[in-house]
């Protein structure tokens, strides 16, 4: 009984180590093994559809940062041009909003104060507001400053700011404020020019502006109404 079973058990091994080795069985093994190792191509179509995803949020995220960069400056100069109002009417005193650029590109505005009893007599209020990284005045298409030949009662000595941000000066502009809160203009034009500052999003590279190319979204403009002061902003 014992040999029958031992021969059995035997015949048994032999079967199955033929059934293991036979060609059918380890084509399966091997077809399975195949399909574990790679992806198939209904996965690999989920992997590019996610690729894409995120490449769009990313591109999203970045023109989303430049237009909050644009309105964070637009917002400021308008805020500066409100208090230079403010500052002219409250403390009676021609108040100017500046402009400058310096030899590297870099953008920024200021305001100054006419008082007399200092030497210089116009004397600075705020510090140097510079543009972020990415944003730009485009001076060709702003019309600030809108006067020209101020008389010299109201001209700001530019002269003694020949330096901002360790940089030298290459172009600046300004707008005067009267204690009447209306611009000054010297010309005597009418009715009054309206200065207008056209932010971009661009760059200024050797005293040219660069723009980013991007649509019509990629300005903020802030125009001064010449006969309250007061800070207009429009943006499509």
Same mark, same amino acid.
């Given at each position: 009984m014992?040999t029958y079973l031992g021969?059995?058990?035997h015949?048994?091994?032999? !079967?199955? !180590?033929?059934?293991m080795t036979s060609?059918?069985?380890?084509?399966?093994?091997?077809?399975?093994r195949?399909?574990?190792?790679?992806?198939?191509?209904?996965?690999m179509?989920v992997?590019?559809?996610?690729?894409?995803i995120?490449t769009?949020?990313?591109?999203?995220?970045?023109?989303?940062?430049?237009?909050?960069?644009?309105? *964070?400056?637009?917002? *400021?100069i308008?805020d500066?041009?409100?208090?230079?109002?403010?500052?002219?009417?409250?403390?009676? +005193?021609? +108040?100017?909003?500046?402009?400058?650029? +310096?030899?590297?590109g870099a953008?920024?505005?200021?305001? !100054?104060?006419?008082?007399?009893?200092a030497?210089?007599p116009?004397?600075?209020?705020?510090?140097?507001?510079?543009?972020?990284?990415?944003?730009?005045?485009?001076?060709?298409?702003?019309?600030?400053?809108?006067?020209?030949?101020?008389?010299?009662?109201?001209?700001?000595p530019?002269s *003694?700011?020949?330096?901002?941000?360790?940089?030298?000066v290459?172009?600046?502009?300004?707008?005067?404020f009267?204690?009447s809160?209306?611009?000054f203009?010297?010309?005597?034009?009418t009715?009054?020019?309206?200065?207008?500052?056209?932010?971009?999003?661009g760059?200024?590279?050797?005293g040219n502006?660069?723009?980013?190319?991007?649509?019509?979204?990629?300005? !903020?403009?802030?125009?001064?109404?010449p006969?309250?002061?007061?800070?207009?902003?429009?943006r499509?």
């Open positions: 014992l021969f059995a058990s015949k048994r091994s032999e !079967y199955i !180590y033929q059934v060609s059918p069985y380890r084509a399966g093994r091997l077809r399975r195949h399909q574990l190792a790679g992806f198939t191509l209904v996965e179509l992997v590019l559809a996610i690729i894409s995120l769009s949020l990313v591109v999203v995220g970045l023109g989303g940062n430049r237009a909050a960069k644009l309105s *964070a400056d637009g917002n *400021a308008a500066m041009i409100g208090l230079a109002q403010q500052n002219a009417l409250g403390k009676n +005193t021609p +108040t100017a909003l500046v402009f400058v650029q +310096t030899v590297d953008q920024a505005f200021s305001i !100054y104060q006419l008082d007399t009893t030497t210089p116009w004397t600075q209020v705020t510090m140097w507001k510079f543009l972020a990284a990415g944003v730009a005045m485009d001076t060709a298409n702003s019309s600030f400053p809108s006067t020209a030949g101020d008389s010299p009662g109201v001209t700001p530019f *003694a700011i020949p330096i901002v941000g360790g940089k030298a290459t172009k600046f502009g300004y707008e005067v009267l204690p809160s209306q611009i203009d010297p010309s005597g034009t009715p009054t020019p309206t200065p207008r500052i056209h932010l971009v999003e760059v200024v590279q050797g502006l660069i723009s980013s190319g991007q649509s019509a979204k990629g300005y !903020y403009d802030v125009l001064i109404n006969i309250t002061g007061r800070p207009i902003v429009e499509l």
